[in-house]
């Protein structure tokens, strides 16, 4: 039985093909839909739709419903079509007609909105937070090698000495900028599309503030219509923020992974993060990263992916939203286990010590060289021209692991501190406490 069911019901055919993959996203949604309805309950009754004894029957329900939820007792019965209908019916079959009053002044249309704006806030706070103790450890490890050099390169080409601190920092402070796309997102994760039912509002007088209150939103989406136009845009904004968060993650594995290589061995791990090779023994592979790599740069298509799925979709709800999920949901629970992998096999990086030392890095110091020239009073070009003759001639012999960079973010100024306070403004941005403080008053009314 379908809530929208009258006499005649679709044929199998039909409802396979249009249910899909949602009964196992509509899982993750439930605690959410359940919050939901609580705070448009609560409004019905401060309009009087709803007498106030069926108000303390509807909110007993969700609360049980909620706690079935959590100690994961709540599951979606054979035949019923969703979350929504699924709470519904058994608030029906509980407490009798009250459970059919609740529907009122709202469609499926603005409710699974709501479920989703709930969920992707929550789920944006998880990668806030999973971030944050990747960038603490990123911290810890600049701030521990500080003093260990290595060279730095381009065009993959050797080009001038950097540190394992430098190297670090750059993804410590690279996540901080990450986060201000990942605001980007939540704050329009956190906007209320309750109230504007099928896309085009309600004859009854909602009080949309109210709920938007009562749920710890932001703001609302005022306009009905862009409320429910919403849909996609929030999806895509998150992917890109996805994206942003996998391009570090994914520059991170593949320096790992090729400074781990033998031909560098600037880096390692402990044998029991590695796997071997089941026919050469010596083999320590990077399979973890390698992972990450590979992920993360899947991870980098779902703006693509969610781009295309929206091209040429009109005003309105479409079914085609409802494929959002299937791109958006798992892209999540990636970008998650991704940055904790990232966090976990961190924790047991080994670096190697006076790799600049070796003679085969001496060119790494021609930089420096010059500028000593021209500290001492030559032309910068002459400088230049002196040193590149001299390594022609091999008579290039510079003095090897000694740096002196002083500028802020050089090897010799990591600028720590500065970095910490933007990642401690990045994520107080989110305000997840005023979340928190919301909620708890709602399921304690």
Known sequence: MKLWQKNTGSKIEVERFTIGRDPEFDAILAPFDVLGSMAHAIMLEKIGLLETGDLVLLKKGLKEIYLEIEKGQFKIEEGVEDVHSQVEFLLTQRYGEVGKKLHSGRSRNDQVLVDLKLYYRAAIREIVEATEELFGLLIKLSEKHKHDLMPGYTHTQLAMPSSFGLWFGSFAEGLTEDLDLLQTAYRLSNKNPLGSAAGYGSSFPLDRTLTTNLLGFEDLHHNVINAQNSRGKTEKTIAFAISGLSGTLNKLASDVCIFMNQHFGFLTFPDDLTTGSSIMPHKKNPDVFELIRAKTNQLQGIPNTITLMLTNTTTG????????????????????????????????????ENILADPFFKHAFSVEVVNELVLNGMPFRDAYKKVGLDIEKGDFHPEQNKVAHTHEGSIGNLCTAEIEAKMEKAVNKFDFGKVDKALIQLLSI
């Not at 791109?327 to 096999?345: Q, V, Y």
């Open 317 to 352: 709800y479409h079914r085609d939203l409802q494929l959002l999920k299937e791109a958006i949901f798992p892209g999540i629970e990636t970008l998650l286990d991704c940055i904790r992998m990232s966090t976990f096999m961190l924790r047991e990086i080994k670096v190697k």
